[in-house]
Every structure is written in C-alpha cells, then in structure tokens.
C-alpha cells in the first residue's frame, strides 16, 4: 500500500471515529451520566485491544493516540503535550525568530496546512491551504501534537528543515527543505480600479497592517473612490481582535462581534464610532484560506449587512486557545472560547459562508525536474479574465 493510498485509508477511518465520539461525548440531549457511560465503553475497547489483538499493542501509543483523536474531534487546533513536551514547548515557543510561516490545524491525525504568510519560507514553496505535511525532519506526523509540530518547523534563522507533503494533484509525498527565515509581513496592498473601486488587500492582520488599511482607506478616498473591493483571501494570521479593528474602519456603530466560552464570560465588541473611516458600499472577497481576524472581519460586515460577501466558505479558525496543565505536568492546549459572528453563529464551527458562492480555480503550479515547484512568473502580463475581473462584473457601476 502506497503512502498516499494508506493516507486516504487513515483519513477516513479517523473521521469516521471523530463523528461517533461527537455524537456519543458531546450530544445534547443525553443524560448527564451518559458521558461516564461512554468511558466505560473506551475502557472496555481498550480492555479487548490489549487482549485480543493479534499481537501485544504498545499501550502507551494506543492510549495517546485515542487522546489525540478526542481532541482533534472536538478542536483541529487542540495539542495534548506530555509532562517532557510541555517542558521543552514552555521553554522554546518564544526563543526562536527563524520560522517558514506556515499556519497548522490536525486533520484526520495529520498535520494540515491553513495558510502560509505571503513572502514566507512555505509560501515560496507554494504551500497552501489544503496541502497535509507527511513528516517533520523524517518523523510521522500522524499523531504528533500540532504544538509540537510547530515547535519544530521554528529554529534559527538560516536553518533548514525537511518536509514531506501530501498535495491533492500529486500521486506520493513530495520531500523539499525549507530554510528558515525571519517572517517580514508584508504591507497591505491597495489600488484604484475601474469604476473608481478602491481595492484593498491585507495578506495578514498582524499588528499594525489595521493601520496600513485605513491609510489606504484614506488615500483611495482622496483620489475619488466610490466603492470598495476588500480582498480578504488567503488571510490566515492575525488575531481576532485585529479582525474587529479592521470591521470598525467600515462600521460606525452596533455589535461587531463577541467572544464566549463554558468558563470565559460574553466579551462583546462593539464599533467606535470615531475609528470609522468610511460609509462607501462594499464587497468582500473570502476563501477557504481565510481564517483568524479576516474570518471575525467578514463575519462582522456580513451579519451588520454592511457589505456583500463573494467567495468561499472561510476555514474556521477564530477562537481563544490557552494552556491547560495537569497533575503530572502535562499539558492541554485547546480553545477556551469562540468568536462569534454579531448574529451569534460560532465562527469556528462552520467558517463564514459568502452569499455569493463563487469557487477559486486552483492555482497552476509547475515544478522543475527534481519534483520542487518553481516561484510564480511575475512577468507574465494578469490575464484580464482572472478571478478578481470576475468579482468585478458583479459590482454595478455607481450611477451619475
């Protein structure tokens, strides 16, 4: 069995048992003992595991692998970090500035990417949304704890570090060294385009660039826009915070957005009218690439009806993760709270759905000989037709 034949076996077989402990541990309408049934159940499986498979089990692996798959049913972002692992984490999370800029969620026990920092190590690798990585310096992913593995794709700068990476158009995992890099965000993009549409395009949210958006607002306003284009693909990192800053600039008033969880109280935000910048019509452009403060942004402009949302469902990401410890001195990452949308959809639970649906054509990546794929051919003149040429069709000019 090939390894991306035994990746689909895997992948499937995972989401299957995902969707029985979801249902079995988290149901609403059970019983409030229904979930020490359940244990009883786990206990007995791995009662019968231990005794009746064909050899002896590692118990230790089992065990830790049922851990991880609970997890990852409940959170893709969630890690469970032994007492040794949550040591080394604590101690090199913040140490190291070289980085390859890639954004990860567990999927299937994998490893998936979410986005990648435009200009960064992965994404000049043409990593994206929707590549999975195999390995990490020869070792499996599968059921390595996503901390940990972000843990290992940091390091010095000038250093490099191997990958294997399962992609939906190529048959095997393909092996490529990414050198490791200090991330430089890049500034947010802006333009005049045809029918005085002010085009606005931040490919990250990280501090400061909420600044760099309303500059551009200010600018593009200056020169005589009539409307907005915010592009808001592929924007993956930034905190949700920055997500409600970013919505304010466009919204001078009411509820942008809040943040709940089982023990953190309802935090709302709500608009400031000073930090408004602008009442121009706008559309918002999203992808399954969207994820984080863009996700909150979007949220907000849709649910306040401030702006029509084109694209594809974002991936779900925005919510509070936080350390949990435990006796042996293990540890627990997983989401606290939610960012929810004004109307009071939980944004991780299913993303932000466009009213118009309109699917992205997949990016054509050619690679060199060696199986690496080559940069993309910034001299090459757009193509007319292109994907944001058709979002343009659908915005009617302003009349005069």
């Known amino acids: 069995m090939n390894s991306r034949l035994k990746f ?4 499937f077989s995972t989401s299957l048992v995902a969707l029985l402990l979801v249902g079995a541990v988290i149901g609403k309408s059970a019983p409030a003992d229904e979930p020490y049934k359940h244990l009883a159940v786990f206990t007995e499986v791995v009662s019968r595991i231990k005794s009746e498979y064909v050899e002896e089990p590692d ?16 959170d893709p972002f969630a890690s469970y970090l032994n007492a040794e692992q949550f040591k080394e984490w604590t101690k090199k999370k913040d140490s190291y500035k070289g980085d390859v800029g890639l ?14 920092v435009p200009g960064s190590p992965g994404a000049q690798a043409g990593l994206g949304v929707g590549d999975w990585i195999e390995t990490i310096k020869g070792v499996a992913t599968r059921d390595m704890p996503l901390a940990f593995a972000e843990l290992m794709l940091r390091g010095e700068t000038g250093s490099t570090i191997e990958i294997s990476v399962l992609r939906a158009r190529r048959p095997e995992p393909q092996k490529m060294t990414l050198t490791r890099a200090a991330l430089i965000y890049p500034p947010v993009q802006f333009r005049m385009m045809d029918n005085q549409v002010g085009y606005i395009r931040p490919d990250t949210l990280a501090t400061g660039k909420v600044a760099e958006a309303a500059a551009a607002i200010d600018k593009l306003q200056g020169q005589g826009a009539k409307r907005w284009l915010l592009d808001l693909r592929n924007c993956s990192t930034g905190a949700p915070e920055e997500g409600v800053e970013l919505a304010n600039l466009f919204v001078d008033k009411g509820l942008l957005g809040y943040l709940q969880g089982q023990k953190i109280p309802r935090q ?4 400031a009218p000073a930090k408004a910048r602008t009442k121009l019509p706008m559309q918002v452009v999203i992808n399954r690439g969207t994820a984080n403060g863009c996700e909150v942004a979007g949220a907000a402009l849709l649910d306040t009806k401030r702006a029509d ?4 469902r974002t991936y779900g990401a925005a919510s509070l993760r936080r350390a949990v410890t435990m006796e042996d ?24 759905t466009p009213q118009t649906s309109l699917p992205e054509p997949d990016e054509q990546v050619e690679y060199d000989e060696d199986g690496n794929p080559l940069p993309p051919d910034t001299t090459k003149p757009k193509d007319p037709g292109s994907y ?13």
């Open 8 to 11: 689909f076996v895997v992948f």
């Open 59 to 74: 118990m230790k692996s089992v065990t830790l692998g049922a851990l991880n798959g609970l997890l990852e049913s409940i």
């Open 103 to 116: 954004l990860l969620s567990k999927r299937a026990g994998y490893i998936g990417i979410v986005g990648a």
């Open 268 to 271: 709302n935000f709500e608009a």
């Open 309 to 312: 949302l084109v694209g594809e």
């Open 329 to 352: 001195g293990a540890a627990v990452i997983l989401s606290v709270a939610k960012y929810y949308a004004p109307g009071g959809k939980a944004i991780p639970d299913n993303g932000v």
């Open 388 to 400: 944001i040429g058709r979002i343009l069709t659908l915005i009617k000019p302003e009349a005069k």
